[in-house]
């Protein structure tokens, strides 16, 4: 799986470094030198980063063949793209990758289904859960082991506990998925001709992290 870790901003000094708008939770690994990234446009890449520095709380990288500030300027706007592994989770606990929780089916404790993972918002205090509802409509859920006990990769599924007002009696068993855990919809052939590291190439590599009381992620 293909995800954006990176954008390349302005060329910086005279020897080719360039400023990096940082797309994921752990720079320290995907953007270490020594790695070597795809791009966006592909005819950019790829990169291998020489070396990397922090100046004035930005990301400074340094790519190798590009020793001055006209072939650093030329890579503006480039995105850089990391392989990843599908299965691979980051080191800290409760802690997840947001494409392995984007899809996931969000399910009661007692069985009652609310809706499908859309989106991850990642706020100062806490990360939220943005769940679309089978009539459309959307509901956020605190990513918080009070509220979100129990993530279930496995069986592709967030079990929650809601307090009261969180959610209402819309809440229907709605899921599109069969016994074997696939979604109706992946079960059937695209017909795009598409990759899937082409269409992944999109997501960020943010990760989620599930906080005691709503703590800092």
Request: proline residues 6%.
């Amino acid at each position: 799986m293909q995800l954006v870790v990176a954008r390349i901003g302005r060329a910086h000094g005279i020897k080719g470094e360039v400023t990096v708008e940082v797309r994921t939770d752990e720079p320290e690994l995907r953007l270490a030198p020594g790695a070597v990234l795809a791009t966006d446009p592909a005819s950019a890449g790829p990169l291998t980063i020489a070396t990397g520095r922090v100046h004035s709380g930005r990301l400074l990288l340094r790519f190798e063949g590009v020793t001055d500030r006209n072939a650093a300027e030329a890579l503006r706007n480039t995105l850089l793209i990391a392989d990843v592994d599908p299965e691979e989770l980051p080191e800290g606990e409760d802690e997840y990758y947001d494409h392995q929780l984007i899809d996931l089916d969000v399910v009661t404790e007692d069985g009652v289904e609310v809706g499908r993972i859309t989106e991850i918002s990642h706020l100062p205090t806490q990360d939220l859960f943005i769940v679309e509802r089978p009539d459309g409509t959307e509901v956020m859920i605190p990513f918080v082991e009070e509220i979100v006990t129990d993530i279930d990769l496995e069986r592709q599924r967030a079990v929650i506990d809601p307090p009261p007002g969180l959610i209402d009696d819309r809440a229907v068993i709605a899921s599109g998925r069969d016994e074997s855990g696939e979604s109706e919809e992946s079960a059937e052939p695209s017909g795009s001709g598409e990759s899937e590291s082409d269409e992944s190439a999109e997501s960020s590599g943010s990760r989620a992290s599930r906080e005691s009381g709503g703590g800092e992620a």
